[in-house]
């Protein structure tokens, strides 16, 4: 009877024990099913949200409830920038030669919805589309072309590029090419032509710069002729103008001289001294013939204003008398009076 007794409490116990056990694991199931159905969406991020398999909507950046069992979260997409490195791949030009590439892709998800559900991986088809595009591209170049015509390159790029992943909620930002590696051979054909090329440059700005100094040489020297050649000018202009202005002054300094002989009221016998003066001047050259006027050889008519002028003769005898050479005066020596016309 006690052992019964016992038994039922011992029961009694144990699912009491069991229910408060339940009980925690369920109030401990709820708490995990609230939190788990607060959601917070960071900054910069989109949540693509499914009910029951089915997209419902999309969720911006902070704190969603989530219905739990019925709602999922079925992409996360991070509306930052990414870049997309793609290995060297080898390309074919138009002359048939072949190049390795590299490009980087600079993308962002302007749309989550598109980009979960607009292809299975966005970013490895946009890899694959890139690598494509980038072999059409380039196809149509040439070696030379593709070398020097990045930027058309990067541009053809990436407006195909972004045109193609709109339906994927991707936008393509840029494209940039990081290498172009032709090979080997073409690089040492490139660089054999590109050392010809800057040996010919040398050679042409040498040439052209002996031509420069030669020619800036010629118009110095000219330049020099022209300005002694404009000095010479000027000083004889100047030497000119100073013999015409002696002239000038001096025929009118004669011209003042016989205003002032007429204001003087000369007469015939200054003119006449005048005259005789002009003609010693004439007289007292080197020259072997004298050419005389008319006027002057009826002047000197009168022969003792010609003598007493010109020095001609001696018309006026000297007031001394020179001593004889014969004659001793008696006063100083009459042992030697020598009598002229005498034999002694």
Same mark, same amino acid.
């Given at each position: 009877?006690?052992?019964?007794?016992?038994?039922?409490?011992?029961?009694?116990?144990?699912?009491?024990? @069991?229910?408060? %056990?339940?009980?925690? $694991?369920?109030? @401990? !199931?709820? /708490? %995990?099913?609230? !939190?788990?159905?607060?959601?917070?969406?960071?900054?910069?991020?989109? !949540?693509?949200?499914?009910? @029951?398999?089915?997209?419902?909507?999309? *969720?911006?950046?902070? $704190?969603?409830l989530k219905v739990p069992i019925i709602e999922r979260i079925a992409k996360r997409a991070s509306l930052k920038e990414q870049v997309l490195d793609t290995p060297?791949?080898?390309?074919?030009t138009k002359d048939n030669v072949t190049i390795q590439i590299d490009s980087v892709v600079y993308f962002h998800i302007f749309d989550a919805k598109l980009f979960a559900y607009g292809a299975h991986d966005p970013v490895v088809a946009l890899e694959n589309l890139s690598a494509t595009t980038l072999r059409n591209i380039v196809g149509e170049l040439t070696l030379d072309e593709s070398l020097t015509s990045r930027d058309t390159i990067n541009g053809r790029l990436?407006?195909? @590029?972004?045109?193609?992943?709109?339906? *994927?909620? %991707?936008?393509?930002?840029?494209?940039? $090419?990081?290498?172009?590696?032709?090979?080997?051979?073409?690089?040492?054909?490139?660089e054999k032509e590109m050392k010809a090329e800057r040996e010919r440059r040398q050679t042409v700005l040498e040439a052209e710069g002996h031509k420069q100094a030669v020619i800036t040489r010629a118009e110095g020297d000219k330049q020099? %002729?022209? /300005?002694?050649?404009?000095?010479?000018?000027?000083?004889?202009?100047?030497?000119?103008?100073?013999?015409?202005?002696?002239? !000038? /002054?001096?025929?009118?300094?004669e011209a003042d001289g016989i205003k002032e002989l007429l204001n003087a009221r000369i007469d015939e016998r200054v003119l006449e001294l005048k005259r005789y003066e002009a003609m010693v001047k004439v007289a007292d050259g080197h020259s072997a013939k004298i050419i005389i006027p008319t006027d002057m050889v009826q002047s000197v008519k009168n022969p003792i204003l010609f003598s007493e002028m010109t020095g001609i003769g001696d018309v006026t005898k000297s007031r001394e008398k020179e001593p004889d050479p014969a004659y001793v005066d008696p006063c100083c020596d009459e042992d030697q009076v020598v009598i002229p016309g005498s034999s002694k």
């Open positions: 009877m006690v052992s019964a007794v016992l038994m039922k409490a011992s029961s009694a116990n144990s699912g009491q024990v @069991l229910g408060i %056990i339940i009980t925690i $694991l369920v109030i @401990l !199931f709820v /708490l %995990i099913v609230i !939190f788990r159905s607060i959601i917070i969406v960071p900054q910069a991020m989109q !949540f693509v949200v499914e009910r @029951l398999g089915k997209y419902k909507k999309t *969720w911006e950046a902070g $704190l969603h060297p791949q080898p390309v074919i990436t407006q195909t @590029l972004d045109e193609a992943t709109d339906r *994927w909620g %991707i936008k393509v930002e840029r494209v940039e $090419l990081k290498n172009i590696i032709p090979p080997a051979e073409i690089r040492a054909s490139m020099a %002729i022209v /300005l002694a050649a404009e000095g010479e000018r000027d000083a004889r202009i100047a030497r000119a103008q100073g013999e015409a202005q002696a002239i !000038f /002054l001096a025929k009118k300094a």
